[in-house]
């Protein structure tokens, strides 16, 4: 959110630190966390997503990025065409769209696990695997032989031909640690209700 003023009795500008704020603009920003306000999600929950777009995208943020595994999937969390379809769009729409009005089907996404995803690994798995949201860090979800696993066998952070959930979130935490830094985060502020 953009910087503010106090503004009225029983309300003040909470500061924050967004993780990969800096490689976004002042709209996206009020859009993600009108959609985390939405959702009921803390502001861990907003750098959670954060990084998993920031991981998805190669740390573009672009809404146009394509899967380079072949997948075709799309955009800010890799929309699947078949995902899309499910969402009412497409992914050649999708990539013609903003940050901010992809956002709009980032938010559609996440709205069946929203209440489940507690964890970075659950936010995640949202993305990539659903099912597993909420599991076992050690549930394991794709297996050497399999063209799931062949798209994502850089998950696979120990070789062993198995990616666990605990596995495949290892790259998106480093990306939460990565956004973190003050070349790629920044402050911003939010107006919360006071207690």
């Given at each position: 959110m953009r910087d503010v003023e106090m503004i009225g009795s029983g309300r003040y500008p909470l500061r924050v630190r967004l993780a990969w704020g800096?490689?976004?603009?002042d709209a996206f920003v009020d859009a993600l966390f009108a959609l985390a306000a939405g959702f009921g999600w803390s502001l861990d929950h907003v750098n959670w997503l954060m990084a998993c777009m920031a991981f998805e995208t190669g740390r573009t943020f672009d809404p146009?990025?394509?899967n380079l595994?072949?997948?075709?999937?799309?955009?800010l969390i890799q929309f699947m065409?078949?995902?899309?379809?499910?969402?009412?769009?497409?992914?050649?729409?999708?990539?013609?769209?903003?940050?901010?009005e992809q956002l709009d089907y980032?938010?559609?996404?996440?709205?069946?696990?929203?209440a489940r995803i507690?964890?970075?690994?659950?936010?995640?798995l949202a993305i990539l695997m659903p099912a597993y949201v909420s599991?076992?860090?050690?549930?394991?979800?794709?297996?050497?032989?399999?063209?799931?696993?062949?798209?994502?066998?850089?998950?696979?952070?120990?070789?062993d031909g198995r990616i666990t959930k605990d596995e495949a979130s290892q790259r998106v935490q480093a990306m939460l640690i990565e956004g973190q830094l003050a070349a790629n985060s920044r402050d911003v502020w939010q107006a919360e209700e006071a207690a």
């Amino acid at each position: 959110m953009r910087d503010v003023e106090m503004i009225g009795s029983g309300r003040y500008p909470l500061r924050v630190r967004l993780a990969w704020g800096a490689h976004v603009s002042d709209a996206f920003v009020d859009a993600l966390f009108a959609l985390a306000a939405g959702f009921g999600w803390s502001l861990d929950h907003v750098n959670w997503l954060m990084a998993c777009m920031a991981f998805e995208t190669g740390r573009t943020f672009d809404p146009a990025q394509k899967n380079l595994a072949g997948s075709g999937a799309t955009g800010l969390i890799q929309f699947m065409p078949l995902t899309a379809r499910g969402l009412g769009t497409t992914t050649e729409a999708l990539a013609a769209m903003t940050p901010v009005e992809q956002l709009d089907y980032v938010e559609a996404y996440f709205r069946p696990y929203h209440a489940r995803i507690s964890t970075l690994p659950d936010m995640y798995l949202a993305i990539l695997m659903p099912a597993y949201v909420s599991g076992p860090g050690g549930a394991v979800m794709f297996t050497d032989g399999t063209t799931a696993y062949r798209q994502n066998a850089g998950l696979d952070a120990n070789t062993d031909g198995r990616i666990t959930k605990d596995e495949a979130s290892q790259r998106v935490q480093a990306m939460l640690i990565e956004g973190q830094l003050a070349a790629n985060s920044r402050d911003v502020w939010q107006a919360e209700e006071a207690a």
